[in-house]
Protein backbone atom coordinates (compact mmCIF):
# COMPACT_ATOMS: atom_id res chain seq x y z
CA UNK A 1 0.00 0.00 0.00
CA UNK A 2 1.54 3.48 -1.01
CA UNK A 3 2.54 5.68 2.43
CA UNK A 4 -0.04 8.48 2.40
CA UNK A 5 2.66 10.71 2.56
CA UNK A 6 2.92 10.69 -1.10
CA UNK A 7 -0.48 11.68 -1.36
CA UNK A 8 0.13 15.12 0.18
CA UNK A 9 -0.37 17.94 -2.46
CA UNK A 10 2.44 18.96 -4.41
CA UNK A 11 2.47 22.89 -2.97
CA UNK A 12 1.59 23.23 0.88
CA UNK A 13 0.81 27.15 1.93
CA UNK A 14 1.26 28.16 5.19
CA UNK A 15 0.94 31.91 6.04
CA UNK A 16 3.80 33.48 4.63
CA UNK A 17 5.64 30.31 2.97
CA UNK A 18 5.35 27.69 0.32
CA UNK A 19 6.80 24.53 0.76
CA UNK A 20 6.57 22.54 -2.82
CA UNK A 21 8.18 19.25 -4.07
CA UNK A 22 10.87 19.69 -6.91
CA UNK A 23 11.97 16.97 -8.87
CA UNK A 24 15.73 16.66 -9.50
CA UNK A 25 15.94 18.25 -12.44
CA UNK A 26 18.80 20.27 -13.66
CA UNK A 27 16.13 23.16 -13.68
CA UNK A 28 15.37 22.92 -10.10
CA UNK A 29 18.93 22.27 -9.11
CA UNK A 30 19.89 25.40 -10.97
CA UNK A 31 17.04 27.38 -8.95
CA UNK A 32 18.35 26.01 -5.42
CA UNK A 33 22.05 26.21 -6.45
CA UNK A 34 21.08 30.05 -7.15
CA UNK A 35 19.44 30.40 -3.68
CA UNK A 36 22.10 28.76 -1.83
CA UNK A 37 25.42 29.48 -3.71
CA UNK A 38 26.73 32.69 -1.67
CA UNK A 39 25.75 30.81 1.53
CA UNK A 40 28.89 30.59 4.11
CA UNK A 41 29.70 26.78 4.68
CA UNK A 42 30.05 27.50 8.13
CA UNK A 43 26.53 28.22 9.03
CA UNK A 44 25.73 25.30 7.85
CA UNK A 45 28.14 23.01 9.83
CA UNK A 46 25.13 20.86 11.85
CA UNK A 47 23.51 20.24 8.27
CA UNK A 48 24.95 20.58 5.27
CA UNK A 49 22.60 21.67 2.26
CA UNK A 50 25.22 18.86 0.56
CA UNK A 51 27.18 15.78 1.10
CA UNK A 52 29.92 16.41 -0.73
CA UNK A 53 30.84 20.42 0.45
CA UNK A 54 28.74 22.00 2.86
CA UNK A 55 27.22 24.26 0.57
CA UNK A 56 27.61 22.82 -3.40
CA UNK A 57 29.68 24.79 -5.14
CA UNK A 58 27.72 23.97 -8.90
CA UNK A 59 24.16 22.86 -10.11
CA UNK A 60 25.84 19.85 -10.77
CA UNK A 61 26.73 19.01 -7.47
CA UNK A 62 23.30 20.17 -6.16
CA UNK A 63 22.15 18.09 -8.82
CA UNK A 64 23.27 14.95 -7.71
CA UNK A 65 22.31 15.67 -4.12
CA UNK A 66 19.28 16.15 -5.32
CA UNK A 67 19.05 12.73 -6.71
CA UNK A 68 20.52 11.00 -3.54
CA UNK A 69 17.73 13.07 -1.53
CA UNK A 70 14.84 11.84 -3.87
CA UNK A 71 16.23 7.87 -3.43
CA UNK A 72 16.13 8.73 0.23
CA UNK A 73 12.65 9.69 0.24
CA UNK A 74 11.10 6.92 -2.55
CA UNK A 75 8.88 4.98 -0.41
CA UNK A 76 8.11 6.81 2.59
CA UNK A 77 9.20 10.57 2.50
CA UNK A 78 8.83 13.85 0.83
CA UNK A 79 11.42 17.04 0.42
CA UNK A 80 10.12 19.95 0.76
CA UNK A 81 11.63 23.15 -0.73
CA UNK A 82 10.64 26.24 1.17
CA UNK A 83 9.46 29.55 -0.77
CA UNK A 84 8.89 33.22 0.26
CA UNK A 85 7.47 35.54 -1.80
CA UNK A 86 8.56 33.17 -5.00
CA UNK A 87 12.00 32.55 -3.81
CA UNK A 88 13.61 29.47 -2.59
CA UNK A 89 14.62 29.97 1.28
CA UNK A 90 15.46 26.34 2.48
CA UNK A 91 14.44 22.60 2.78
CA UNK A 92 12.68 19.86 4.88
CA UNK A 93 12.54 16.65 5.15
CA UNK A 94 10.03 14.36 5.90
CA UNK A 95 9.53 10.68 6.57
CA UNK A 96 6.14 9.18 7.99
CA UNK A 97 6.90 5.30 9.19
CA UNK A 98 3.26 4.28 8.66
CA UNK A 99 3.84 1.53 11.21
CA UNK A 100 1.90 0.69 14.37
CA UNK A 101 4.02 3.40 16.24
CA UNK A 102 2.53 6.19 13.06
CA UNK A 103 5.18 8.63 13.45
CA UNK A 104 6.45 11.33 11.86
CA UNK A 105 9.99 11.91 11.35
CA UNK A 106 11.11 15.74 10.41
CA UNK A 107 14.25 14.34 9.54
CA UNK A 108 16.72 17.83 8.24
CA UNK A 109 15.70 21.15 7.99
CA UNK A 110 17.65 24.85 6.77
CA UNK A 111 17.47 27.81 5.68
CA UNK A 112 19.80 30.50 4.04
CA UNK A 113 20.94 32.48 6.51
CA UNK A 114 18.76 35.92 5.59
CA UNK A 115 16.23 33.50 6.47
CA UNK A 116 16.55 32.97 9.93
CA UNK A 117 15.01 34.78 12.80
CA UNK A 118 11.85 35.61 11.38
CA UNK A 119 10.13 32.39 12.34
CA UNK A 120 10.08 30.56 9.25
CA UNK A 121 11.41 27.44 10.09
CA UNK A 122 8.66 27.59 13.12
CA UNK A 123 5.45 28.35 10.71
CA UNK A 124 7.12 25.38 8.31
CA UNK A 125 6.80 23.36 11.27
CA UNK A 126 3.36 24.16 12.29
CA UNK A 127 1.75 23.56 9.16
CA UNK A 128 3.57 20.05 8.88
CA UNK A 129 2.28 19.26 12.80
CA UNK A 130 -1.19 20.15 11.42
CA UNK A 131 -0.29 17.91 8.35
CA UNK A 132 0.96 14.68 10.39
CA UNK A 133 -1.65 14.88 12.72
CA UNK A 134 -4.81 16.33 11.27
CA UNK A 135 -4.14 14.68 7.28
CA UNK A 136 -1.74 11.97 7.88
CA UNK A 137 -3.28 9.91 11.22
CA UNK A 138 0.14 10.65 12.75
CA UNK A 139 0.09 9.73 16.86
CA UNK A 140 3.82 11.09 17.43
CA UNK A 141 6.13 13.70 15.75
CA UNK A 142 10.13 12.64 16.46
CA UNK A 143 12.68 15.84 15.78
CA UNK A 144 16.71 15.73 16.58
CA UNK A 145 19.57 17.95 16.91
CA UNK A 146 23.03 18.02 17.91
CA UNK A 147 23.03 19.91 21.76
CA UNK A 148 25.76 22.25 20.13
CA UNK A 149 22.84 23.51 17.43
CA UNK A 150 21.53 26.28 19.57
CA UNK A 151 19.82 27.78 17.35
CA UNK A 152 17.79 25.06 16.75
CA UNK A 153 17.14 23.61 19.83
CA UNK A 154 15.67 26.78 20.60
CA UNK A 155 13.33 26.73 17.50
CA UNK A 156 12.80 22.86 17.99
CA UNK A 157 11.69 23.32 22.13
CA UNK A 158 9.27 26.55 21.31
CA UNK A 159 7.76 24.80 18.75
CA UNK A 160 6.38 22.96 22.20
CA UNK A 161 8.37 19.11 21.39
CA UNK A 162 9.31 17.60 24.59
CA UNK A 163 13.00 16.69 25.23
CA UNK A 164 13.20 12.72 25.10
CA UNK A 165 16.85 12.59 25.92
CA UNK A 166 20.39 13.00 24.93
CA UNK A 167 21.93 10.28 22.71
CA UNK A 168 25.26 10.48 24.25
CA UNK A 169 27.65 10.46 20.43
CA UNK A 170 24.86 9.77 18.56
CA UNK A 171 25.63 11.73 15.71
CA UNK A 172 28.17 12.12 13.53
CA UNK A 173 29.20 15.52 11.66
CA UNK A 174 30.71 15.57 7.91
CA UNK A 175 34.14 15.83 9.52
CA UNK A 176 33.79 12.68 11.36
CA UNK A 177 33.41 14.25 15.37
CA UNK A 178 31.08 12.83 17.29
CA UNK A 179 28.13 14.85 19.13
CA UNK A 180 25.18 14.30 21.46
CA UNK A 181 22.03 14.29 20.23
CA UNK A 182 19.06 15.60 21.59
CA UNK A 183 15.70 13.60 20.68
CA UNK A 184 12.93 15.38 20.59
CA UNK A 185 8.64 14.52 20.59
CA UNK A 186 5.34 15.74 20.52
CA UNK A 187 2.50 13.44 20.59
CA UNK A 188 -1.18 14.16 19.28
CA UNK A 189 -2.49 14.33 22.59
CA UNK A 190 -0.06 17.41 22.80
CA UNK A 191 -1.17 18.82 19.63
CA UNK A 192 -3.21 22.14 20.36
CA UNK A 193 -4.39 22.70 17.07
CA UNK A 194 -2.94 24.80 14.29
C1 LIG B 1 17.80 25.71 12.49
C2 LIG B 1 17.20 26.87 11.72
C3 LIG B 1 16.28 26.33 10.62
C4 LIG B 1 16.39 27.71 12.72
O1 LIG B 1 15.93 28.88 12.12
P1 LIG B 1 15.28 30.08 13.01
O2 LIG B 1 14.91 31.15 12.09
O3 LIG B 1 16.21 30.39 14.13
O4 LIG B 1 14.04 29.33 13.67
P2 LIG B 1 12.54 29.83 14.00
O5 LIG B 1 11.69 29.81 12.81
O6 LIG B 1 12.10 28.99 15.15
O7 LIG B 1 12.70 31.35 14.40
C5 LIG B 1 12.94 31.75 15.72
C6 LIG B 1 13.48 33.15 15.71
O8 LIG B 1 12.66 33.99 14.87
C7 LIG B 1 12.13 35.08 15.65
N1 LIG B 1 10.83 35.42 15.08
C8 LIG B 1 10.57 36.53 14.35
N2 LIG B 1 9.32 36.50 13.92
C9 LIG B 1 8.75 35.39 14.39
C10 LIG B 1 7.45 34.82 14.28
N3 LIG B 1 6.50 35.41 13.56
N4 LIG B 1 7.20 33.61 14.87
C11 LIG B 1 8.16 32.99 15.58
N5 LIG B 1 9.43 33.49 15.73
C12 LIG B 1 9.71 34.69 15.13
C13 LIG B 1 12.16 34.55 17.06
O9 LIG B 1 12.18 35.61 17.99
C14 LIG B 1 13.47 33.80 17.06
O10 LIG B 1 14.54 34.72 17.04
P3 LIG B 1 15.88 34.52 17.89
O11 LIG B 1 16.45 33.19 17.45
O12 LIG B 1 16.73 35.67 17.52
O13 LIG B 1 15.44 34.45 19.31
C15 LIG B 1 18.29 27.76 11.05
O14 LIG B 1 19.12 28.28 12.06
C16 LIG B 1 19.17 26.99 10.06
O15 LIG B 1 18.80 26.83 8.90
N6 LIG B 1 20.38 26.55 10.51
C17 LIG B 1 21.32 25.81 9.63
C18 LIG B 1 20.87 24.39 9.37
C19 LIG B 1 20.56 23.65 10.65
O16 LIG B 1 21.32 23.67 11.61
N7 LIG B 1 19.42 22.95 10.66
C20 LIG B 1 18.91 22.20 11.81
C21 LIG B 1 19.41 20.84 11.88
S1 LIG B 1 18.78 19.96 13.30
Redesign the pocket.
Known sequence: MTNPIKQLPKIIKTARLEMRQLEPTPENAQLVFDAVKNESPA??Y??RICNTNLVPVSANEMLKQMQIESQWIADNGVNLYIFHNGNLI?YRRLYFHDDPTKTLQMA????VRS?????????TSDAVEKIAFETLGANRITR???VD?V??A??IR??GFHLDGIARQGGIYHDDKLYDNMIWSKLKSEYKGK
Not at 115 to 123: D, I, L, N, V, Y
Open positions: DFFNGAVWLAWGRGFAREQCSNRSNSSS
